[in-house]
C-alpha cells in the first residue's frame, strides 16, 4: 500500500473491495460520503449504498437490514456514531444482537475547525458502556485494509474510530492483523507505552527519545480498546513495572480506563495518563491542538519519566 494514503481513501478502497466480493455488505451513510471517502461506492452500486441525509438515528435504524442478513456499515462524524445516536445504537443495535458496523471518522482533536461540538473526547466512554460492543481504532492506511476483513468476518457489532487522513506509516505490507490481539511495536524492560490511533506514533517517538536516556520502553499498540487484550497487558506490565497509557480522547472512560480495570485487577503497577483531562474541544488546526490537550511527544516522554519515579518509590518502600 503506498506510503501517501490518506486512512478514509484506504477504508473506501477496502470497502469497495469487500462489497464487490460480497453482496450482504451495504453502505448508510448520514450525508458525508465525500467526506468519508466512499462516494464512489454510491457510484458503483446504489443498490446497496444509501444516504439517509442528516437523519443518524434514522440511519442506525436503517441497519437493522442486518436482521435479514446483510452486513451494514454505518459512517459518518465521530460523535454523531456515538453520543448522537447512543440509544439507537443500544437497543437496535447491540440489545439485537445486529451483526452492523459503525465508523465514526475524525474523533478528538482530528475534527479540527469544526470546534469542539465535533470533537469527540467520549466516544470510547460512550461506547465501552454498551454490552457487547467491540471497539477498533486503527493507526494507519495499513491496519485499516488488514483489519476491514476481519470486522466482516467478524459476527456482531465492532465501533472503528477512524481519523481519515494522512497518518505515518507504522506497519508493512506484511503485517497480520488480529482483531483481538494488540501489537507490541518495541519490546522493552522499563515502561510500557500503551498507545492507540495516532498516539502510537507519538509513543514510538517517545520511547526512541528515552532510549537516549538509557530507558527501555516498549510499545503497544492497544488497537481493540474493547474487548482490551488482557494476557498482553498483564504480560507486559508484569515485566516493565510501569505504564503510561496514550489516546486522543479523554483519560476517563477510554484506553486509560480500560488499562487501568485490567491492571488493579491482575497486575497493579504505576499508571499514568497521556490525553485529554475531562475538557470540551475547541476550534483549531491540528497541530495546535495536539499541544493545547496534551498529546505531543513531549507529554508522553514526561509522563514516563514521572511514572518511573513512581515505580522507584514504591521499589524503596518495599526496601528493595
Known amino acids: 500500500m503506498p506510503d501517501n494514503i490518506e486512512m478514509r481513501a484506504a477504508f473506501g478502497a477496502e470497502l469497495e473491495r469487500l462489497m464487490?466480493?460480497?453482496?450482504?455488505?451495504?453502505?448508510?451513510?448520514?450525508d458525508l460520503s465525500k467526506a468519508n471517502g466512499v462516494s464512489h461506492i454510491r457510484k458503483r452500486f446504489p443498490e446497496r449504498a444509501f444516504n439517509v441525509g442528516v437523519a443518524e438515528a434514522n440511519m442506525a435504524s436503517i441497519a437493522g437490514l442486518a436482521s435479514y442478513g446483510f452486513i451494514?456499515?454505518?459512517?459518518?462524524?465521530?460523535?454523531?456514531?456515538?453520543?448522537r445516536i447512543c440509544d439507537q445504537?443500544?437497543?437496535?443495535?447491540?440489545?439485537?444482537?445486529?451483526?452492523?458496523k459503525i465508523v465514526g471518522t475524525d474523533p478528538g482533536v482530528a475534527a479540527e475547525l469544526n470546534g469542539g461540538t465535533h470533537m469527540s473526547f467520549e466516544d470510547v466512554g460512550v461506547m465501552r458502556s454498551i454490552p457487547g460492543m467491540v471497539i477498533f481504532e486503527p493507526v494507519d492506511a495499513v491496519q485499516v485494509a488488514k483489519a476491514l476483513p476481519k470486522l466482516v468476518a467478524y459476527d456482531?457489532?465492532?465501533?472503528?474510530?477512524?481519523?481519515?487522513?494522512?497518518?505515518p506509516v507504522v506497519f508493512g505490507d506484511d503485517y497480520e492483523f488480529d482483531l483481538f490481539k494488540a501489537d507490541l511495536l518495541r519490546e522493552g524492560n522499563d515502561i510500557t507505552l500503551f498507545a492507540t490511533g495516532f498516539m502510537?506514533?507519538?509513543?514510538?517517538?517517545?520511547?526512541?527519545?528515552?532510549?537516549?536516556?538509557?530507558?527501555?520502553?516498549e510499545v503497544i499498540n492497544v488497537h481493540t480498546i474493547k474487548p482490551v487484550d488482557v494476557e498482553t497487558v498483564v504480560k507486559s506490565v508484569r515485566k516493565t513495572g510501569?505504564?503510561?497509557?496514550?489516546?486522543?480522547?479523554?483519560?476517563i472512560?477510554?484506553?486509560?480506563?480500560?488499562?487501568?480495570?485490567?491492571?488493579?485487577?491482575?497486575?497493579?503497577?504505576?499508571?499514568?495518563?497521556?490525553?485529554?483531562?475531562?475538557?470540551?474541544?475547541?476550534?483549531?488546526?491540528?497541530?495546535?491542538?495536539?499541544?493545547?490537550?496534551?498529546l505531543t511527544t513531549d507529554?508522553?516522554?514526561?509522563?514516563?519519566?514521572?511514572?518511573?519515579?513512581?515505580?522507584a518509590g514504591r521499589r524503596v518502600a518495599a526496601g528493595k
Do not use: W
Request: charged content about 20%.
Open 89 to 100: 445504537v443500544t437497543i437496535s443495535i447491540t440489545y439485537a444482537r445486529r451483526n452492523v
Open 20 to 30: 464487490a466480493a460480497d453482496e450482504r455488505i451495504l453502505l448508510v451513510d448520514a
Open 299 to 311: 507529554d508522553v516522554v514526561a509522563k514516563a519519566l514521572a511514572c518511573l519515579e513512581m515505580k
Open 72 to 83: 451494514p456499515f454505518i459512517t459518518t462524524f465521530a460523535p454523531f456514531a456515538t453520543r
Open 242 to 251: 510501569a505504564c503510561v497509557t496514550c489516546e486522543n480522547h479523554n483519560i
Open 253 to 294: 472512560g477510554g484506553l486509560r480506563s480500560a488499562i487501568a480495570e485490567v491492571i488493579t485487577e491482575h497486575c497493579p503497577v504505576p499508571l499514568k495518563a497521556v490525553g485529554v483531562n475531562d475538557e470540551f474541544g475547541v476550534v483549531q488546526k491540528f497541530p495546535y491542538l495536539v499541544k493545547r490537550f496534551g
Open 156 to 167: 456482531g457489532p465492532v465501533y472503528m474510530r477512524l481519523f481519515r487522513k494522512l497518518s
Open 200 to 217: 502510537v506514533n507519538q509513543a514510538l517517538e517517545a520511547a526512541t527519545r528515552l532510549a537516549e536516556q538509557g530507558i527501555s520502553a
